[in-house]
């Protein structure tokens, strides 16, 4: 079964440092590897996703996200944060032809000015 | 370009009252979810349907129903609500031909049960 895990429940940074939110996940395959974020009182947007390929993926906003195979991980980075990159962000992984996704606990991200 | 409705965002119930949350998709994908939101829990999977009559149990079914009379509508029935069905639910569809597995939300429904 697939299995995802985002270790820091909450993390504080200030404007303008960098970012890095942690994903790691359990699946047999290949996986198919999402983060989403959600602003308050919002639905979930999509920030970007891996299929295949290029293990480094750019996103919507300035997100990046790396694929590491051997470490089951699918971290989440930004090289400078902004205030308005306060939200909860979640890592979601999924099968090649299934459309179900399995997400994450979550990620508070809170923005220090 | 509507994308996904959820109606009512908010809603205020009594414990053992039936309740039902409605779910409208303009995209005609063929997939559609239902997700709760719980603190410390992430986004659990409820229901979610392939297509139009076919629906199939998630990771927490328990005390929910669900239809899919028309490719465009997914509603979530309560029939006798509890108070740990307190929560916030969202609807998501997913276009099966894109096969990317990539869900689109709606804005959420916030319920508490009383």
């Known amino acids: 079964a697939q299995s995802v895990t985002q270790p820091d429940i909450h993390i504080t940074v200030s404007e303008g440092a960098s970012l890095e939110l942690r994903c790691n996940y359990s699946?047999?395959?290949?996986?198919?590897l999402f983060w989403y974020v959600q602003s308050p009182g919002q639905g979930l947007q999509l920030l970007l996703k891996?299929?295949?390929?290029?293990?480094l993926v750019q996103g919507i906003k300035g997100f990046e996200a790396e694929f590491k195979r051997s470490q089951s991980s699918f971290n989440l980075r930004k090289p400078s944060v902004h205030w308005s990159d306060a939200a909860e962000y979640f890592c979601?992984?999924?099968?090649?032809?299934?459309?179900?996704?399995?997400f994450g606990q979550g990620t508070r991200l809170t923005i220090n000015p | 370009d509507a994308g996904i409705t959820q109606s009512p965002r908010y809603k205020i119930t009594e414990t053992g009252r039936q309740v039902t949350l409605m779910c409208h998709q303009t995209w005609s994908h063929s997939y559609m979810f239902w997700y709760r939101q719980d603190l410390g829990h992430g986004l659990r999977l409820i229901y979610y349907?392939?297509?139009?009559?076919?629906?199939d149990k998630g990771e927490v079914p328990d005390g929910y129903v669900v239809s899919r009379s028309k490719t465009e509508n997914f509603p979530l029935t309560l029939e006798s609500a509890t108070r740990s069905q307190t929560s916030v639910y969202f609807c998501?569809?997913?276009?099966?031909?894109?096969?990317?597995?990539?869900?689109?939300f709606g804005e959420g429904s916030r319920l508490t049960v009383l």
């Open positions: 699946y047999g395959a290949t996986p198919y």
């Open positions: 891996y299929f295949s390929g290029d293990t």
């Open positions: 998501a569809s997913s276009d099966y031909r894109a096969n990317t597995g990539e869900l689109f």
């Open positions: 349907s392939a297509a139009a009559d076919i629906t």
């Open positions: 979601a992984v999924g099968a090649k032809g299934a459309q179900k996704l399995v």
